[in-house]
Every structure is written in C-alpha cells, then in structure tokens.
C-alpha cells in the first residue's frame, strides 16, 4: 500500500480514538488515574511481600494509603474552595480602589482606558466569585465519582500480584511488550515521587511565604502549587496567578511583587537546578512531546487529562512505540535523542 494512504489511515484512526476516550472521559479519567496511583504504591506492595506479608495485608495497606492521601486532599480543597468563595465578596471595595489608580495612573501617563477596560472585564470580581463556585462545583463532581475511584483503586490492588505474575510469564511470548510495560510502569512510578517531593517542598515554601505575608488560605494556594506540579510547563503559571491576584487585593502591588518573585525563586532553584539531577530521564519525552501531551490529554480528559499528561503519554509511548522493535526512529524522535549506534 502506498506510504501515504498507510499515513491517512493511521491518522484517521487516531483521531477516531482520541475523540471516542474523549466521549467516554468520565470512566477514562478515573480508570487512568487508580492506575497510576497504584503503580505509584507498588513498592509499598513488594516491600511488604519480600516480608511474606499476607496477601490481604499486600492488598490493604497501599490500599489505605491511596485512599487516605486523597481523602485528605479532597478534604482539604472542598474547605479551602468554599472559604474563597465567601471572601472573594468581601475584596468589592478593593478592586474599584485598585481600578481608580489604575485609571489615575493611565491618565497621567497619557494612556487610553480601552485596554484597562478589558482588563477590568476579565478581572471582575463577580467573575472571580463565579470561578470559585465553579471550581466549587468540579469539586463536587470528583466527590461523585470518589467511589467510582476507590472502587477500581480496590479491584486494582486486589488484581496486582496475580497481574504482576502475568507479566512475569508473559517474557517468552511478548517480550518487547512486557518490556516496554515494566518500563513504563518503573518511569511514571519516578516521575511521580520525585515530583511528589519537590511538588511537596515548593508546596511547604509557598505555605510559609503566604503566611508571613498574610495572604489569605495559604494551605489552599499550598494544595494547588502541589497538583499543579504534575502539569508539564504551565503548572507553575497555574499555581501563581490566583494567589498573586489575591495578595494585590489584599496587600497592594508590592504583596503582590514580593509573591511573584518568591514563586519564581523558589520554583528556579527546585524545578531547574535540583529536580533534573533526581528526574534525569525517566520521563523520556522531548519539550514538544511534553506541551503536546499536555494539550491532547487536556482536550480529551479536561483537567485531570493535564495532571496525568506524562503518565498517559508514558503509557501510549509503551504500548505504541516501545513494545516495537523496528520502531527505534520514532522514540528517538518522542524523546528527542538520537538512538544508540
């Protein structure tokens, strides 16, 4: 067949697949992400079998912790998202004292009020509060599908020493697939603890510097510099911009200044100078790769799709990519490397 038509129809199918997970992302998203989270636990498993653990202990323990870690985070968010919505209100008086010195400030600068204007628009408060009820509102839509959740996270755990033996069997039939999946397992279980951690550290730093600045619900902004760690190069905008609108609310430009520049640093010295020399190359995408998995998995799973970009793209690169042999060409353009030899 001619290359071309071979080209045409792959894509073709591609798309017809991307939009089919896109129509059912509400069973997609929650399967994909009790995957992970028990890849994530799958030491805490094999720790405890080289114990002779029994099973049930095997299955409980990574179990409870997955659920006890999102529990917590759920918790934590509901909380925090209902009090920004009732204080957001409260910064009214604020913002028209904000926008007059901004309009003052144009006016003596000889600048016109069109581009203020939009920018007043973008920034209402009503739009704001309506942010945060709708952000409110997503909550509660993982609330409902929390047991959706737990329930695979339960059938996952209880499947995975028999899955891992599988596996196992399965090197003499399928060896570059097995392979390619013992890969893809051991790459996104790194690339989620070492961002964990450094999701963590930034997360505990920022907590500390909002609260020496008195800017408020600190451990909600805290939260979400953690969750937006695992999204590829726009998370740390994601985790700066609504704290820093708050502090110039709160505490006039220089807050909001000194929130900005303390994000930055803190974000230059762990996410570029120390996170690479723990990360290294687990993740095996190039920066292209990465933006456009970001922009894939976002458009089909929304934003849990942008969380789990890099596991996805792991795992589509294993089952696509890495389980073929004469598809050598395609991971070093994935990768961004020349392959060896």
Same mark, same amino acid.
């Given at each position: 067949? =001619?290359?071309a038509?071979?080209l045409?129809?792959?894509?073709?199918?591609?798309?017809?697949?991307?939009?089919?997970?896109?129509e059912v992302?509400?069973?997609?998203? &929650?399967? +994909?992400?009790?995957?992970v989270l028990?890849?994530?636990?799958?030491?805490?498993?094999?720790?405890?079998?080289?114990?002779?653990? &029994?099973?049930w202990v095997?299955?409980?323990v990574?179990f409870? @912790?997955?659920?006890?870690?999102?529990?917590?985070?759920?918790?934590?968010?509901?909380?925090?998202?209902?009090?920004?919505?009732?204080?957001?209100?409260?910064?009214?008086?604020?913002?028209?004292?904000?926008l007059?010195?901004? !309009?003052?400030?144009?006016?003596? *600068?000889?600048?016109?009020?069109?581009?203020?204007?939009?920018?007043v628009?973008a920034?209402?408060?009503?739009?704001?509060?309506?942010?945060? !009820?709708s952000?409110?509102g997503?909550l509660?839509?993982?609330?409902s599908s929390?047991?959706l959740?737990?329930?695979?996270?339960?059938? $996952?755990c209880?499947?995975?020493?028999?899955t891992?033996? #599988?596996l196992?069997?399965?090197e003499g039939?399928r =060896?570059?697939?097995?392979?390619?999946?013992?890969?893809?397992?051991?790459k996104?279980r790194?690339?989620?603890?070492?961002?964990? /951690?450094?999701?963590? @550290?930034?997360?505990?730093?920022?907590?500390?510097?909002?609260?020496?600045?008195?800017? &408020?619900?600190p451990?909600?902004?805290?939260?979400l510099?953690?969750?937006?760690?695992? #999204?590829?190069?726009?998370?740390?905008?994601?985790?700066l911009l &609504?704290p820093?609108?708050?502090?110039l609310? *709160?505490?006039? +430009?220089?807050? $909001? /200044?000194l929130?900005?520049?303390a994000?930055?640093? #803190?974000?230059?010295?762990?996410?570029?100078?120390i996170?690479?020399?723990?990360?290294?190359?687990?993740?095996?995408?190039?920066?292209?790769?990465?933006?456009?998995?970001?922009?894939?998995?976002t458009?089909?799973l929304? =934003?849990?799709g942008?969380?789990?970009?890099?596991?996805?793209?792991?795992l589509?690169?294993?089952?696509?990519?890495?389980?073929?042999?004469s598809?050598?060409?395609?991971?070093?353009l994935?990768?961004?490397k $020349?392959?060896d030899?």
């Amino acid at each position: 067949m =001619p290359r071309a038509l071979i080209l045409l129809v792959g894509i073709a199918g591609a798309v017809i697949a991307l939009f089919g997970l896109r129509e059912v992302n509400s069973i997609v998203g &929650p399967v +994909v992400l009790a995957l992970v989270l028990v890849i994530a636990v799958a030491p805490v498993r094999s720790w405890l079998a080289a114990r002779r653990a &029994p099973i049930w202990v095997q299955v409980a323990v990574p179990f409870l @912790i997955v659920v006890l870690v999102l529990l917590g985070m759920v918790g934590i968010l509901t909380i925090s998202v209902t009090q920004l919505a009732s204080l957001l209100p409260t910064y009214a008086k604020q913002f028209e004292e904000l926008l007059a010195a901004s !309009q003052h400030w144009a006016a003596t *600068h000889g600048l016109g009020n069109d581009v203020l204007a939009k920018a007043v628009q973008a920034f209402d408060p009503g739009r704001m509060l309506g942010l945060a !009820q709708s952000l409110l509102g997503s909550l509660i839509g993982v609330l409902s599908s929390l047991f959706l959740i737990v329930v695979l996270l339960l059938a $996952m755990c209880l499947d995975a020493p028999v899955t891992a033996r #599988i596996l196992t069997t399965g090197e003499g039939n399928r =060896p570059q697939l097995v392979t390619a999946l013992a890969t893809f397992a051991h790459k996104t279980r790194r690339y989620l603890i070492v961002s964990t /951690v450094f999701g963590l @550290i930034d997360a505990v730093l920022d907590v500390i510097v909002l609260s020496l600045l008195d800017v &408020p619900l600190p451990l909600l902004w805290g939260v979400l510099a953690l969750i937006a760690n695992y #999204i590829p190069n726009i998370g740390f905008v994601i985790g700066l911009l &609504p704290p820093a609108l708050l502090a110039l609310l *709160h505490g006039g +430009v220089k807050t $909001m /200044v000194l929130v900005v520049v303390a994000y930055i640093v #803190i974000n230059v010295v762990t996410q570029s100078f120390i996170m690479p020399k723990f990360l290294g190359d687990a993740v095996g995408l190039s920066t292209t790769m990465t933006f456009l998995s970001l922009i894939v998995w976002t458009f089909m799973l929304g =934003p849990l799709g942008a969380i789990l970009a890099i596991p996805l793209s792991l795992l589509a690169r294993a089952v696509l990519i890495d389980s073929d042999p004469s598809a050598k060409w395609a991971q070093a353009l994935v990768s961004g490397k $020349m392959p060896d030899g």
